[in-house]
């Protein structure tokens, strides 16, 4: 599966870089960066509130599968379906596709904004690649449905209702065109810095969920869920469909915005204050306007990037600039198509991580009912403060994709070690959280209908275990982004991922005959584990190069801090928890013991990040009458001014319309 490359020229006419001993450049950059973090930091907060909605959502939804249907034969049938789009929304959407496609489509970008290359590069890019993929995904999809008997034989073989299980098996199958197509959708709006939309698509998957199961549970039982399946893959795609051709048929993304400047030659801004100003119009034979040399005048690349290979480096008023750096760009060479090698390593990484899910299903069908059950919903909710976590690295794999091309590996290894670190602390916080409290987790959330108190303690046991390789699941999501963004083929990461399910497998048939699903969960945290340690220790020429001692220690310091808070928080939890008093008390005091521990010990032991987050909280919490908004509207008004007419020049006297002679 390849595509026409799309080449650049040799030398790429990108502005040249300004020197550091003009005035105004270091600010101009210092209020870039600022402006860039900023947008990190909002598209970040709306990304982990959209996640959190969903999470909530898929919460619901398998709070609405357990009392509908309890933990027995129905749902271990439907969760052995449940595969199918687990795998496809870890190939498709999470990792597997958007590791080839983002860098991809950042590479477009950077070609796009130097202008050289004929077209468009971007739609070149959908054009050559969107349909090649949909025609592999009903492949694929065809494939599922035909060898869903087998596939079901192979994945559970103590299953006591196989031909339920096959049933939802393929109508779960319709979600590999949805989702690959979802996953495509996502990854090009990321590239292009758009991502609500993408944050919405589970809001929307677990609704159609949701909706099945209460519409068409009475009539169909456990395989209306799968319905849902489908229905929620539609929604997927529907929710991104209009941002994405929005983006296509305007590579600004701002058309109305413009033509109604262009037009009518006003701008109406709502804020905390009131403007009102005029600016020039400069098509009126007015001469154009002069600006000073700051770096928010035009764009400006990134460090070291240079006017062409032989083009004179000069910085603003001609002034020499630094050496350029001699780092290749991405973006320089020449387009490499989209090869089967590049695919063919991102879903075989995606997929032979997912494969742990089949190693438990596995070996838990032979355990007694419910088995497979216990695992799916203790597994749901401990993995919510990894996906939380990662949220920050989902953001910003399209800036680390972005500055590889440009390349700038300096602000790449920065960028990567402080999301590392940033998310290692998140999740230990998430862990020490389910720790402390998951039987009232688990109890608040699912203990009603057919799920029983026995169920409830089978689940916060494995639910506990699970916990302990929730910082190596972190640690894999983070760094593999940094191996594949390039954009070029790494076998490494594949290879890792291998050792740890070797490590998982066998680790998991040992420990499941004198320690049941409490043993296949320790064997799932073993393997990661062991994983997370092989891609920290092979960072360097195959990926950016992060500094793996500093890496290491940013991992390391929060865990002390995580087992501190893990056990005041368990304390307090035990403490109030009582046959008569709700879970939610105990679960909430729990929490807060274990944030309140986390809060004071981070800063005193380092932890990185700690101190910036403990004072946005501290900022955050100063009296409301100090930051009152007021009500601003800002109105700018474009006026045309005269011509400058030349001496002893004339200025033409303006016609008399005949509607102003009528009105006389």
Known sequence: MTTPPVHAPDEAAVPAARSADVPGTDAGADAGERSSRGLLARAALLTAVLSVAGSVLGLARDQALARLFGAGRETDAFLVAWTVPEFAATLLIEDGLAFALVPMFSLALARRAQGTVPGDPVRALVAATLPRLTLAFAAAGALVVAAAPVLVRALAPGLPDHALAVDCTRLTAT??????????????????????????????????????????????????????????????????????????????????????????????????????????????????????????????????????????????????????RTTPRAADTPARPLALALLGTVLLFALCRQSQVLIERFLASGLPSGAISHLNYAQKVAQIPMTLSLMLCTVTFPVVARAVADGDTERARARVERDVALAAGLVLLGTATVVACAPQMVQLLFQRGAFTAADTAATAGVMRVYALGLLGQTVVGALARCYFSAGRANWYPLGAMAVGIAATAGAGAWAVGPWGVSGIAAANAAGITVTAALLVAGTGPRSVPVRVRRVLGDLARPVPVAVAAAVAGALVADRLAAPGVSPAVPLAAGAAAVVGVFAVLAPVLGVRGAVPAVESVRRSLRPVTRRLPHGRISLRIRFPLPRRLPPGARPRRPRKSRGSRRSR
């Open 175 to 324: 979600c590999v065109v949805s989702f690959g197509l979802a996953g495509y959708c996502s990854a090009a709006l990321r590239a292009h810095r758009r991502f609500l939309a993408p944050a919405a698509i589970y809001c929307a998957y677990n609704t159609g969920i949701i909706t099945a199961m209460f519409v068409l549970g009475g009539r169909w039982g456990v395989r209306a869920a799968a319905v849902g399946v489908a229905v929620g893959g539609l929604l997927m795609v529907a929710a991104q469909l209009p941002s994405l051709a929005g983006q296509l048929r305007h590579p600004d993304g701002r058309p109305d915005r413009r033509r109604l400047r262009s037009r009518f030659g006003f701008r109406l801004r709502f804020g905390s204050r009131f403007r009102f100003g005029f600016r020039r119009d400069e098509g009126a034979g007015a001469a154009p306007r002069t600006s000073t040399a700051t770096a928010t005048d035009a764009p400006t690349p990134s460090a070291g990037t240079t006017a062409g290979t032989n083009a004179p480096h000069r910085g603003t008023a001609g002034q020499e600039a630094p050496a350029p």
